[in-house]
């Protein structure tokens, strides 16, 4: 950081900088003196929206009552709570010709979506997208999903939030976006059709997608749907070595799943005067079936045999969403959330074998069955009484349920055929209420923008049927984020929170793993793993797309989660103690007109991690289990706009997963991985893309290595090194709106 941080601050001297920034009040109401975001106005002089009172792109900064002229340059304001916000109106981003809005929110420079990661109730499972300033009432669906319907004809503007996010129901998040949609868009139909096909298989795998969007009066919605026929396909040779790293089996596998995915969907809002009503809905449904065959061949010359693995599984899912919100007085603004989700999966398995492919001996079958729902209640107040202050309230009600049954039929080798294994946490049936409350409040300290935040939680776990506990658990989580912005180009952030991880229910109950012949035993002592996060950040911006962003994080970690011995040669999931990691992040926005590339732009997203923790089985430091120390992307595309064509790339490398088990080694290697695309809008009001995926033909290896008892202190007793070809892929689709 110290090498780097004289680079930026010489950049910010040199470089000429498009988006402007102004110390104003623009972005607020004021209310005798009193600040408060109008989360009731939606149109593009909301407050995340506003451009009044900006410098205007190329201009002399004008006063507070004029507007700028109409530009397809970005403009920067800074509001009195310390919210950096650089609007994009809809015209920048007609150079990457966008279909839908999730089209423009791609090509923001210097963001990256987060969608959260659907987990911890509602708050916690926020990521970094506003639609019209508030947060979807909904989960199984993200603000990606969502974005992908709304035609690009619908978005008046993008905002680009940087620093203060306080009064955005976005809490953790330092940067984030605010898609402001147009009051006055006519009805539109926004679809997409496509056909995937395999170069190394003839198939028809068609997927469709198509919404609708209409406004009546105080009423606006969209209703979407969209279907696919899909195949997961991949293979390669597998070795299986000795101890001694002699040959004792060459494996020839073959893998392919064909499926088929539906989903409809409807998202909508109500305004009558200053009442608001949201609602969102989705129904989903899918089904896959296939299996794995590998052709085994002994070196020892023993004949050769075909195992044969089956899996099928199916999926139904509905989930309904609503949002009631209105101003309580002069001061105050209320929003009561409800929403309600429920899962039904199930899962069958198969393992055979023989000496031929048509002629194999069932040796096992499983099936898995569950029912996964969530209800949540949620109360947001907000206060905008006290002078230079947004104080926020929230509390939220969550119920997650998770009824699971499992069975395990296995070859009873004494003619009997297959006989039903008695498998404890077989059946079972896991609670959890928890209760979530917190005070925050965004002011600022001098030029330092603050948001500051208590929050705590109360939850309670039972597990029922074949294991049997009652836990109570009780957590503060508080968490201060700051922003300082020395100049118009450059920012400083630093955040300091306490985060709480969810836990996953179907670690509580058994499975099996056929492919690798285990049994996994659920564990009804499971405590959620908690983390005490740090990291601070560096954003230097140029020209109207040019961002470089630095972030230095370190993460302190209770209960880590991972793979607990419990004796007997047995592991569960469970916890293993304090672990730490750290690393760094950096994300690169670049324009590289300079080198000739015209309307062109490359965009880099890269992260280096290390993390430490005692082995519960060696008693030594190890890295934590299933997480990457370094992954890089890199996107590039370039526009040539008099000929309405596009082209370009994206790829990523990343470093190996490693997995520690009780007596086992598991290191998951990902090869390079890129896709090309090159696409047209010649045809007016359409867009025909053709992208070519996996042009390296990217995989993905295991080298699983297996001890005599215990990991570290016993000899290695097998090894299976397993490579696996995912191939190449061609893809045309034709999407636009009408």
């Known amino acids: 950081m110290t090498i780097i941080l004289p680079f930026l601050l010489a950049l910010s001297s040199s470089a000429s900088l498009t988006v402007t920034q102004e110390d104003t009040k623009a972005p607020l109401i004021q209310n005798g003196g009193n600040v408060e975001r109008d989360i009731n106005d939606l149109s593009i002089n909301s407050p995340l929206s506003s451009t009044s009172g900006t410098e205007a ?5 004008v006063g507070t009552q004029s507007s700028p002229a109409i530009t397809n340059e970005p403009v920067q304001t800074c509001d009195a709570e310390g919210a950096c916000i650089i609007n994009y109106p809809a015209a920048f981003f007609s150079r990457y010709n966008p279909v839908t809005a999730l089209d423009m929110v791609a090509n923001v420079p210097g963001f990256q979506v987060d969608d959260g990661d659907g987990s911890r109730g509602f708050a916690g499972s926020a990521g970094n997208v506003l639609i019209n300033s508030e947060r979807p009432a909904t989960k199984s669906e993200s603000a990606s999903d969502i974005l992908s319907r709304i035609p690009a004809s619908s978005v008046q503007q993008i905002d680009l939030i940087r620093g203060q996010t306080g009064g955005l129901d976005l809490r953790g998040q330092s940067v984030a976006i ?12 926004t679809y997409e059709f496509s056909q ?17 969007t209409d406004r009546s009066g105080a009423f606006t919605y969209t209703l979407g749907a969209e279907a696919e026929r899909f195949r997961r396909r991949f293979a390669g040779p597998e070795e299986l070595l000795d101890g001694a790293g002699n040959l004792l089996e060459f494996r020839d596998e073959f893998f392919q799943a064909d499926g088929f995915r539906g989903e409809l969907n409807l998202n909508g809002q109500y305004k009558a005067g200053v009442n ?10 899918e089904e896959q079936d296939g299996g794995e065959v590998s052709q085994r061949i002994p070196t020892n010359q023993d004949p050769l045999f075909f195992l044969l693995q089956g899996n099928n599984r199916t999926g139904f899912s509905v989930e309904t969403g609503a949002e009631f919100e209105r101003p309580i007085g002069k001061d105050i603004s209320a929003k009561i959330i409800g929403l309600y989700r429920r899962n039904d999966s199930g899962n069958g398995g198969s393992l055979a074998s023989g000496p031929l492919q048509e002629d194999v001996f069932l040796s096992s079958v499983t099936d898995n ?13 907000d206060y905008s009484g006290i002078n230079g202050h947004l104080l926020e309230f929230s509390a939220e009600g969550a119920i997650n349920r998770l009824d699971s049954a499992f069975s395990l039929l296995v070859d009873s080798d004494d003619g009997l055929g297959l006989v039903l294994i008695n498998v404890a946490g077989a059946i079972t049936q896991v609670e959890e209420r928890r209760g979530d409350f917190s005070l925050s409040d965004s002011f600022k300290v001098g030029p330092i923008a603050l948001d500051a935040v ?6 309670n776990i039972e597990q029922t049927g074949g294991f049997a506990a009652d836990r109570s658990f009780f957590f503060i989580k508080p968490s201060l984020t700051a922003t300082y912005a020395p100049n118009k180009q450059l920012q400083f952030r630093a955040r300091a929170l306490r985060e709480i991880g969810q836990l996953n229910f179907f670690d509580f109950v058994s499975s099996t793993d056929l492919g690798d012949n285990e049994l996994a035993l659920g564990n009804p002592d499971l405590n959620p793993e908690t983390t005490w996060t740090i990291d601070t950040t560096v954003e230097r911006r140029f020209g109207d797309i040019g961002a470089i962003s630095i972030t230095g994080f370190y993460n302190f970690i209770s209960d880590v989660s991972d793979v607990l011995p419990i004796g007997a040669g047995l592991e569960v999931p469970g916890n293993i103690g304090s672990g730490i990691r750290r690393g760094a992040s950096a994300e690169i926005t670049l324009p590289l007109d300079r080198l000739g590339l015209s309307n062109s732009r490359l965009d880099v997203a890269g992260r280096y ?5 005692t082995d519960p089985v060696t008693g030594g430091i190890r890295r934590l289990s299933n997480e990457r120390l370094w992954r890089i992307d890199v996107d590039f595309r370039q526009d040539i706009v008099a000929q309405k064509w596009a082209w370009g790339f994206d790829g990523t490398i990343r470093g190996d997963e490693l997995a520690f088990g009780l007596d086992e080694l598991d ?15 010649r045809v007016k009001g359409v867009k025909i893309r053709l992208e070519m995926g996996n042009v390296l033909n990217e995989g993905f290896d295991r080298e699983r290595t297996v001890f005599l008892t215990e990991r570290g202190s016993s000899d290695v007793n097998f090894q299976e090194i397993r490579e696996r070809n995912i191939g190449r892929r061609l893809s045309l689709s034709i999407s636009g709106n009408f």
Do not use: C, H
């Open 609 to 613: 991690q290390n993390s430490e923790v």
């Open 369 to 381: 069955d569950s029912l996964n729902t969530e209800t949540i209640l949620r109360t947001e107040i």
């Open 454 to 459: 208590f929050a705590a939680e109360v939850s």
């Open 276 to 285: 608001i009503f949201r609602f969102n809905g989705s129904i989903s449904y």
């Open 667 to 681: 290191n998951n290697i990902r090869r390079p991985d890129l896709d090309a695309f090159i696409e047209t809008t």
């Open 57 to 61: 792109v190329g201009t002399e900064a």
């Open 178 to 189: 605010n898609v402001i949609l147009s009051t006055d868009s006519k009805n539109a139909i």
């Open 196 to 212: 995937n096909a395999r170069l190394d298989a003839v198939g028809f795998f068609p997927f469709g997608r198509a919404s609708y």
